[in-house]
T-cell receptor, first 115, second 112 residues
Framework: DTEVTQTPKHLVMGMTNKKSLKCEQHMGHRAMYWYKQKAKKPPELMFVYSYEKLSINESVPSRFSPECPNSSLLNLHLHALQPEDSALYLC??????????????FGPGTRLTVL | RKEVEQDPGPFNVPEGATVAFNCTYSNSASQSFFWYRQDCRKEPKLLMSVYSSGNEDGRFTAQLNRASQYISLLIRDSKLSDSATYLCVVNLGSTGRRALTFGSGTRLQVQP
């Protein structure tokens, strides 16, 4: 299995809702990432987990809360989002525990719309 | 100066043409380099890693010039299916902040 899966593919939520995005990989990768991508822009790194521990938080607002229940799973909990948070949320994984030298493999993303 | 800079394009080329993209990076401590392609409304897919000695995969050749701090991607015999945005990714190789940096992408449109 050489893929990263993400659910749901699409999500529409109101500003008062609480929802979660899920990401899974079965490649034995030890680093997992969340990115946010707006239209016609490159992905922006949000969080990095290394060996199930949060190693990088790129000053992301607290309305985004990541969680890594085990080495294969990565969640992103969403609460009280704003319309400007609408974007494609991408999960990625890489083999190594550090971010150096490692190729990242991306999931198909969750397209989020906040009303 | 941006940390990773690419010409946004679009590059409009006919089928069969050879096209080259460059990507410059500002941090001389950068340790690893990649090219990804991204189709419209899809996720980025790894195209190739870029090694110091340069590397080739079929019609694609990637090169690294550390002295001038740029990487390049050459596509020979362009196909319609090569139309996509090509993202340059530079990795500082540390676990610190901003270790993973994407360029803004270069859009390629191959025309029949």
């Amino acid at each position: 299995d050489t893929e990263v899966t993400q659910t749901p593919k699409h999500l529409v939520m109101g500003m008062t809702n609480k929802k979660s995005l899920k990401c899974e990989q079965h490649m034995g990768h030890r680093a997992m990432y969340w990115y946010k991508q707006k239209a016609k822009k490159p992905p922006e790194l949000m969080f990095v987990y290394s060996y199930e521990k949060l190693s990088i938080n790129e000053s992301v607002p607290s309305r985004f809360s990541p969680e890594c229940p085990n080495s294969s799973l990565l969640n992103l909990h969403l609460h009280a989002l704003q319309p400007e948070d609408s974007a494609l949320y991408l999960c990625a994984s890489s083999q190594g525990a550090t971010v150096s030298y490692n190729e990242q493999f991306f999931g198909p993303g969750t397209r989020l719309t906040v009303l | 100066r941006k940390e990773v800079e690419q010409d946004p394009g679009p590059f409009n080329v006919p089928e069969g043409a050879t096209v080259a993209f460059n990507c410059t990076y500002s941090n001389s401590a950068s340790q690893s380099f990649f090219w990804y392609r991204q189709d419209c409304r899809k996720e980025p897919k790894l195209l190739m890693s870029v090694y110091s000695s340069g590397n080739e995969d079929g019609r694609f050749t990637a090169q690294l010039n550390r002295a001038s701090q740029y990487i390049s991607l050459l596509i020979r015999d362009s196909k319609l299916s090569d139309s996509a945005t090509y993202l340059c990714v530079v990795n500082l190789g540390s676990t610190g902040r901003r270790a993973l940096t994407f360029g803004s992408g270069t859009r390629l449109q191959v025309q029949p």
